[in-house]
């Protein structure tokens, strides 16, 4: 019994590892507009949120980014996109990391979510 029991837990094991590294990854594209394209120093992939995930939530969130002249993101604001795919954008985009410049600038950003599977 013992033996049958440690048995199934491997194969749930394996079954949960195969299920993960065979999930289809999402592709992500980051657009930049305006002046910003230029300053960006490091560039962070947002994260496929898993409901979106399951639900087949696809598109483009747009946000507004001010940039400190420090080249830390001061503010965002959500232009446009799904509820489902802008806290992950949001998160994203608060984690690049620009030039420093005189001043601070502002521009668009657009992240667009697809799924692997096409």
Known sequence: ?????????????VFGVMTFVLQP????????????????????QP?????ARRMSVKGSVKLMVTIAANGKVKTTKVVGGH???????EDAIRRW????AADEATGVVEFTFQDGTE
């Open 1 to 13: 019994m013992a033996r049958c029991k440690a048995t199934f837990c491997l194969l749930l094991f």
């Open 25 to 44: 990854q999402a592709s992500m594209a980051q657009q930049v507009q305006g002046d910003l394209s230029k300053r960006v120093k490091t560039r962070v």
């Open 83 to 89: 509820p489902l795919l802008v806290a992950a954008s």
């Open 47 to 51: 994260t496929y949120p898993e409901l």
């Open 97 to 100: 990391k620009f030039d420093p």
